[in-house]
Every structure is written in structure tokens, then in C-alpha cells.
């Protein structure tokens, strides 16, 4: 399977700890984006790479959170001291430059934060 | 700043009738369009997109969706219903020119009854 792939689907973790996720796009884009969808919501964007560089980053996106791409192919989305908001799941999608940003979505990995 | 309204937040329809889900816009000029489909446990599916060339918008799944923008609506149709059509569908939009995000509408969840 070609497609964008996260990992772990799921992941539960008390308040207060850290959690990392993983993405890896489609290995011909060059871009990738972070989205949050909470229960009953469409996803909302969070931030986005072309290649290594990180060029937008959402008001949601606290400081609590950061994402890499050091390397510009794989992705990584951390969450410090988390919270009980923070549960959602949190998507991934990769698209080439240019068009008209046709994104291709992994499956997510849904957060429980108890 | 672009914004997209589900009218619909959940729609019903039997097998092999037909399926409407409605979505309007709103927009400082002219948008780009698309919409995707999100199976339980699967990632989001791109279904069609509408890029300022045709306004009826033809997509994969016997999908289509017209652009009408002096009702500044995209609604997305389809002649008969499948059974595997039961989702959430989501209609979105482009942030703005050159922007690199996408905006998420609420959803509109599908029910097909047998």
C-alpha cells in the first residue's frame, strides 16, 4: 500500500504525559499537513511542511505542541503535558506542490487523554 | 475568509434512491471545491473537486456536484444510492488563494437503508 500511513492508531495516555505520532506521506509529495478532528467536527487544520521547512502553523497549534519533518519525508507530531482537550483524532495528508492541493489523508490516530 | 455550511447534518435515503447533500460557500472570489468521504476507521476519501473549469464536476463512486455560484452552493448528488455509500461526507474548501490549508465543513453523516 502506497498510501498515508500513522502510527499508532490508537493511543490512551494519562493528563499530564507526553505522546508523540508518526506520519509518513505518500513518497513522491513533498508536502504534509497536520489536522485535529474532534467528535461530531469536520478536521481542523493545524500545520504544514514542503519538505523539511514547517511554513504555516494554526492558532491551535499551543505551545504545547510541535511537529517535525527532519528530513522531509516523515513527520512527527508531539504533544507536551497533555490534556483532556487534546483527545481527538489527529490526521495526516500529503499532497504534491502546486495544483490545487489535492490532499491524501492516512487514517488518523485517535488520542484518549484520561 | 472562506467558509463552507452543511445544511444537513445527518440525511437518510433508501437504497437506489437518489442522494443530495447540500454545502454553500462563501467566498471573496472564486473558490476551489472539493469533497471528501470518511468511512468508520478509514481516512478521508477524496470524491471530487471543483477547480473553476466545468461546473458540473463529475467524481469516482457514480458521484458528481455542480458548481452554482449565483447560489453559492456545490451540493453533492448521486442518481441511486448504495448501501456502501453509508459515511460522513464533508464539504471543503480552499482557505483562501494561495493559502495551503483546507476548510472542513461539519459533515453530513449518509444513512442508507436497506
Known amino acids: ?114 | 475568509a472562506q467558509s463552507v455550511t452543511q445544511l444537513d447534518s445527518h440525511v437518510s435515503v433508501s437504497e437506489g434512491t437518489p442522494v443530495l447533500l447540500r454545502c454553500n460557500y462563501s467566498s471573496s472570489y472564486s473558490p476551489s471545491l472539493f469533497w471528501y468521504v470518511q468511512h468508520p476507521n478509514k481516512g478521508l476519501q477524496l470524491l471530487l473537486k471543483y477547480t473553476s473549469a466545468a461546473t458540473l464536476v463529475k467524481g469516482i463512486n457514480g458521484f458528481e456536484a455542480e458548481f452554482k455560484k449565483s447560489e453559492t452552493s456545490f451540493h453533492l448528488t448521486k442518481p441511486s444510492a448504495h448501501m456502501s455509500d453509508a459515511a460522513e461526507y464533508f464539504c471543503v474548501v480552499r482557505a483562501r488563494t494561495g493559502a495551503n490549508n483546507l476548510f472542513f465543513g461539519t459533515g453530513t453523516r449518509l444513512t442508507v437503508i436497506p
Open chain 1, 1 to 114: 500500500d502506497t498510501g498515508v500511513s500513522q502510527d499508532p492508531r490508537h493511543k490512551i495516555t494519562k493528563r499530564g504525559q507526553n505522546v508523540t505520532f508518526r506520519c509518513d506521506p505518500i513518497s513522491e509529495h513533498n508536502r504534509l499537513y497536520w489536522y485535529r478532528q474532534t467528535l461530531g467536527q469536520g478536521p481542523e487544520f493545524l500545520t504544514y511542511f514542503q519538505n523539511e521547512a514547517q511554513l504555516e502553523k494554526s492558532r491551535l497549534l499551543s505551545d504545547r505542541f510541535s511537529a517535525e519533518r527532519p528530513k522531509g519525508s516523515f513527520s512527527t507530531l508531539e504533544i507536551q503535558r497533555t490534556e483532556q482537550g487534546d483527545s481527538a483524532m489527529y490526521l495526516c495528508a500529503s499532497s504534491l506542490e502546486g495544483g490545487v492541493l489535492e490532499q491524501y489523508f492516512g487514517p488518523g490516530t485517535r488520542l484518549t487523554v484520561t
